[in-house]
């Protein structure tokens, strides 16, 4: 179970005063692509799971992983997901992002997992699309914060995420900050793949 707090910045220019005032707490900056998946038949989709392939493309050296994400809960800014994930050889997540149908002959666990679990039929899987985002993580007061500028075809969102075991403690510690800075925020109420399927901004 994966847990995260998530908070959504209004606009770009709450997005850079963040990471203006975290820059001295900077320590990398991921480049992601997100491709999503599901059954032909919706195998997943009726139980409330997706496929993702995620390609870090900061360099030539690309990496990609695999991930089953299934019954995502979000509430007052937690999120709460069910999550599997595996590296993949990019080369063999690129094709598979060109012909889905390749999902299901490649040797993962994830990838065996989704089709076994949700019953994938011989159509196989299909292609959903998908968004890039810009990832910059910070280390900051023993936690680790992802500030995500996240680029949809109909427009840009922004938001501050926190994986943690201690939710409610962390959400407080970044919603002080925050509000010290004067820096609008609101609890993210959608994933960032249910706002892509939704075709429009939260």
Known sequence: MEVE?????????????????YSSYHKKTHHQRNT??????????????????????????VKCMVCLKAK??????????????????????YECVSN???????????????RE???VGEEGFIGLGGFKNVRNVFEWCGVVLEVDET????????????????????KA???????DNDIDYSYSEVSKFATF?????P
């Open 5 to 21: 707090v998530k908070l959504r910045l209004p606009d770009s220019a709450a997005h850079q005063k963040v990471l203006s005032l």
């Open 36 to 61: 999503f998946f599901d059954g032909a038949a919706g195998e997943l989709s009726s139980r409330r799971a997706v496929l993702r392939l995620r390609f870090y493309e900061n360099s030539e050296n």
């Open 72 to 93: 995502a809960v979000i509430i007052d800014g937690v999120s709460r997901v069910e999550e599997d994930e595996e590296e993949l050889d990019p080369k063999i997540g």
């Open 100 to 114: 889905p149908r390749k999902l299901m002959e490649v040797d993962s666990r994830v990838l065996k997992r989704a």
């Open 117 to 119: 679990e949700f019953h």
């Open 151 to 170: 680029m949809y075809d109909f427009g840009t969102c922004y938001e501050i995420e926190c994986e943690s075991l201690e939710p409610e403690k962390v």
């Open 173 to 179: 510690m970044i919603e002080a900050f925050l509000k």
């Open 197 to 201: 399927r939704a075709g429009k901004l």
